[in-house]
């Protein structure tokens, strides 16, 4: 019975191994073929159009006015008083500075004194002159009548002999009174050249003493002021400068490696450094002819104007970045610049389409770091890849 039950076991074992065998060995179900997807390209794709290229030269530079002035004193002196501060707005002739110089008013008073004496020395000299004249004129009518009176008395030897004594006296009395005139004339003279003299040294000295008076040439603003009252000052040395906001330009110093690529006219584009967000358009007025020496390199001026009918800020010394335009193409063909890579000697883009890249030559035009000319190989419309 045992040997029966044991047997029976190990078959039914048997049949199961079998039977999930024959389940393991039945052959899955076929897969259907799904749809492949395309391998994306590598970048991004840019529709060739047609717009402005330009290349552009960057340069630092500074707001300054195209009328600026730098006031002196003619003389030195002790600053007497200052009526400024930099950043004030000035009328013409307001006086900003005045200045001390020891003595020079007394002298002002001197000369002033000295005037009056010799004008009122010249009126007395022309007085003096002309009452002279005025006596030597009855003189000479009285002695014509005492002349008249001695012709009847020509008749006797006595009345001859005292006609001829008493015209040789009248002779020596016209004499007399003629050099009298004459030396009245000349006092006259010397009293003019003096009143002269004096009117000049007063004139000379007023004039020094309104110099010391460094008045507004023009309305402006201060943008320097460089002596505080009671400092001693030189003769030309700065004191203040004078600017007016009203015409207003950029000074920029270009690299002579540079300078080649300037001419007047070109447009710029200006940004002031306390106004970041704004932009200013301007033109370049004027290059200078010599070079100088900026940063250790030589380098040449530059003045640029700004356009008409723009606010600008009256921001004068305050710093600047200039964009100049140095050469321009409009309406042209243009792509990415990095949609340009080289081959040899050849430049190339790729080309989308129908799915496929392919590339093309191309000729180049003029180029920045953000945008090229294609000059030939592409149309409009053409789409090209960009990495």
């Not at 199961?16 to 073929?33: D, M, Q, W, Y």
């Not at 002033?112 to 006596?135: G, N, P, W």
């Not at 050099?179 to 009143?195: D, P, S």
Request: hydrophobic letters at 40%; glycine letters at 8%.
């Amino acid at each position: 019975m045992a040997v029966w039950s044991r047997l029976i076991l190990a078959v039914g074992l048997t049949l199961s191994f079998l039977g999930g065998a024959c389940t393991a060995l039945e052959p899955s179900p076929t897969p259907r073929p799904s749809t492949p997807t395309p391998t994306p390209l590598p970048g991004t794709l840019y529709t060739v159009v047609r717009g402005d290229v330009a290349q552009t030269l960057k340069v630092r530079g500074s707001l300054d006015s195209t009328r600026r002035q730098i006031l002196s004193f003619d003389q030195g002196g002790w600053i007497k008083r200052v009526n400024i501060a930099a950043g004030d707005q000035v009328k013409e002739g307001d006086v900003l500075v005045e200045l001390d110089i020891p003595g020079l008013e007394d002298q002002v008073l001197d000369a002033q004194y000295d005037a009056r004496t010799k004008a009122l020395e010249l009126a007395q000299s022309v007085e003096v002159a002309a009452e002279i004249r005025s006596l030597n004129l009855n003189k000479a009518r009285i002695q014509e009548q005492i002349a008249d009176l001695h012709v009847a008395l020509e008749s006797t030897e006595l009345g001859r002999r005292d006609w001829e004594l008493q015209k040789r006296i009248f002779e020596m009395e016209t004499r007399i009174a003629q050099q009298e005139a004459r030396r009245a004339e000349l006092q006259a003279e010397i009293a003019k050249l003096g009143l002269e003299r004096a009117t000049d040294l007063l004139a000379r000295r007023e004039k020094r003493l309104e110099a010391t008076r460094l008045k507004a040439p023009f309305d402006g603003l201060i943008v320097g002021l460089e002596r505080i009252a009671g400092e001693r000052v030189e003769p030309f040395e700065v004191v203040a400068v004078v600017a007016d906001p009203q015409e207003l330009k950029i000074e920029a110093n270009v690299l002579e490696i540079n300078i080649n690529e300037l001419a007047l006219q070109q447009r710029a584009t200006v940004t002031l450094d306390v106004f970041p967000t704004s932009r200013y358009r301007a033109y370049a007025a004027q290059i200078s002819s010599e070079p100088i020496i900026w940063q250790g390199k030589k380098a040449y001026r530059v003045g640029l104007r700004f356009e008409g009918g723009q606010l600008i800020p009256a921001a004068i010394g305050m710093g600047a970045d200039v964009q100049l335009t140095t050469s321009e193409r409009r309406e042209v063909l243009t792509v990415p610049s990095a949609a340009i890579y080289t081959n040899g000697e050849e430049k190339l883009v790729e080309v989308v389409q129908g799915g496929k890249v392919r590339k093309v030559p191309v000729t180049l035009g003029l180029a920045n770091v953000t945008r090229t000319e294609i000059v030939t190989g592409l149309q409009e419309g053409d789409i090209v890849l960009v990495p």
